[in-house]
């Protein structure tokens, strides 16, 4: 019996399949898109301004200072324990600082054309009206949390031989082109080391190919041997949680980058399908990144994708710039965040280590 025989007779879909599927005209092979439905371009609930009245935020002790500058230097295997043990605080001075985070989750979807090894999976091409890209159903993660998922469209499916191998489900090995021996490694196919036979050949010259066991031919990689492949449209979703922050300027010297890993005092936060800016802050600056940044973002990701949610948070860091002299000389540390970080770019007491 002819081996081919037990694999099922191809179901082809119509010679214009990658264009005659209603929904997915612009998909192709290797990758294709189209736009998200239309997106609402207004919030659709009043502002919520709930601002915390309380404003402050007590002055960092001295102790704690310091003892925060011990554990940054400890921390450091090149940092001397000298200043952070010795050295004398002359003033400590708060620059207090407002962030505004604001986070746009979207999903994204986009299709092309796939296909992988046929394992009698159902050729369902066309028995059914294809669901079109946004109804396909698919399980959305937590918000404002990243996650990508892969779904083959229903009714999409049919099953062709693969051309690479030919519908053999071998191709020829590449190591040793197909020979099944390869020249030895030892002689260089000379079939003699030293002017004696080469011991590890035999005196042939070749190798056994170790990659195709001698066989010439390897399984093949696009169908695993199966001789044929199911083609379908691939839906590929994407969430992403689009995160900007706004840090009003506080003049101590301190990198705004540096704040990026820290949590302040938190006096507003709200979320929503779509924010409004906050109202009413104190700081003009904060309203005015408020204002700039959700239009941006309300703009830029509703091109591409679907706003599910949005979420606004503003917080006040705090910032202590500390003073301090050891063996003479004045220096500067910052102590910012909740967590108490330290930032020491100048630290006065550093050796080169050598880690073998």
Same mark, same amino acid.
């Given at each position: 019996?002819?081996?081919?025989?037990?694999?099922?007779?191809?179901? %082809?879909?119509?010679?214009?399949?990658?264009?005659?599927?209603?929904?997915?005209?612009?998909?192709?092979?290797?990758?294709? +898109?189209?736009?998200?439905?239309?997106?609402?371009?207004?919030?659709?609930?009043? &502002?919520?301004?709930?601002?915390?009245?309380?404003? =402050?935020?007590?002055?960092?002790?001295?102790?704690?200072?310091?003892?925060?500058?011990?554990?940054?230097?400890?921390?450091?295997?090149?940092?001397? %324990?000298? &200043?952070?043990?010795?050295?004398?605080?002359?003033?400590?001075?708060? !620059?207090?600082? !407002?962030?505004?985070?604001?986070? @746009? !989750?979207?999903? =994204?979807? /986009?299709?092309?054309? %796939?296909?992988?090894?046929?394992?009698?999976?159902?050729?369902?091409?066309? $028995?059914?009206?294809?669901?079109?890209?946004?109804?396909?159903?698919? @399980?959305?993660?937590?918000?404002?949390?990243?996650?990508?998922?892969?779904?083959?469209?229903?009714?999409? =499916?049919?099953?062709?031989?693969?051309?690479?191998?030919?519908?053999?489900?071998?191709?020829?090995?590449?190591?040793?082109?197909?020979? +099944?021996?390869?020249?030895?490694?030892?002689?260089?196919? /000379?079939?003699?080391?030293?002017?004696?036979?080469?011991?590890?050949?035999?005196? @042939?010259?070749?190798?056994?190919?170790?990659?195709?066991?001698?066989?010439?031919?390897?399984?093949? @990689?696009?169908?695993?041997?199966?001789?044929?492949?199911? $083609?379908?449209?691939?839906?590929?979703?994407?969430?992403?949680?689009?995160?900007?922050?706004?840090?009003?300027?506080?003049?101590?010297?301190?990198?705004?980058?540096?704040?990026?890993?820290?949590?302040?005092?938190?006096?507003?936060?709200?979320?929503? !399908?779509?924010?409004? &800016?906050?109202?009413?802050?104190?700081?003009?600056?904060?309203?005015? %990144?408020?204002?700039?940044?959700?239009?941006?973002?309300?703009?830029?990701?509703?091109?591409?994708?679907?706003?599910?949610?949005?979420?606004?948070?503003?917080?006040?860091?705090?910032?202590?710039?500390?003073?301090?002299?050891?063996? +003479?000389?004045?220096?500067?540390?910052?102590?910012? +965040?909740?967590?108490?970080?330290?930032?020491?770019?100048?630290?006065?007491?550093?050796?080169?280590?050598?880690?073998?």
């Amino acid at each position: 019996m002819n081996s081919a025989a037990v694999y099922p007779p191809l179901s %082809a879909p119509p010679a214009n399949m990658f264009n005659s599927v209603p929904g997915y005209e612009d998909t192709v092979a290797g990758g294709g +898109g189209y736009l998200p439905p239309p997106m609402p371009v207004q919030p659709s609930a009043p &502002p919520q301004p709930g601002l915390v009245p309380d404003w =402050s935020i007590p002055s960092l002790p001295e102790d704690l200072a310091r003892g925060a500058f011990k554990e940054f230097a400890g921390s450091h295997c090149c940092y001397s %324990a000298g &200043p952070a043990n010795d050295g004398v605080i002359t003033s400590m001075e708060p !620059f207090n600082t !407002f962030r505004y985070r604001l986070e @746009t !989750f979207t999903e =994204s979807r /986009s299709t092309e054309w %796939a296909h992988k090894p046929y394992e009698g999976e159902p050729a369902d091409f066309y $028995t059914q009206t294809a669901p079109r890209p946004w109804e396909v159903p698919a @399980t959305a993660p937590s918000l404002f949390t990243d996650h990508k998922q892969e779904i083959r469209v229903p009714y999409t =499916s049919s099953i062709k031989d693969c051309q690479d191998c030919h519908s053999t489900g071998e191709i020829p090995c590449e190591d040793c082109h197909g020979n +099944g021996y390869k020249q030895c490694s030892w002689c260089n196919g /000379s079939g003699t080391n030293n002017d004696e036979n080469c011991t590890h050949c035999n005196g @042939t010259g070749r190798d056994r190919c170790s990659d195709c066991d001698s066989q010439g031919v390897k399984k093949c @990689t696009t169908c695993k041997g199966k001789r044929q492949l199911l $083609t379908f449209i691939q839906l590929k979703v994407e969430w992403t949680n689009h995160v900007e922050d706004h840090v009003v300027e506080q003049n101590s010297g301190l990198k705004v980058d540096d704040l990026r890993s820290v949590s302040g005092k938190e006096l507003f936060k709200n979320n929503q !399908f779509l924010l409004y &800016p906050v109202l009413g802050f104190p700081n003009p600056a904060i309203a005015e %990144a408020s204002e700039r940044m959700i239009r941006d973002h309300q703009s830029k990701y509703s091109q591409t994708s679907r706003i599910l949610q949005q979420r606004q948070l503003v917080e006040l860091i705090p910032i202590t710039k500390v003073n301090y002299k050891w063996k +003479g000389d004045s220096h500067v540390y910052f102590v910012y +965040g909740n967590e108490h970080q330290v930032s020491a770019d100048n630290y006065p007491a550093t050796c080169c280590c050598v880690i073998l």
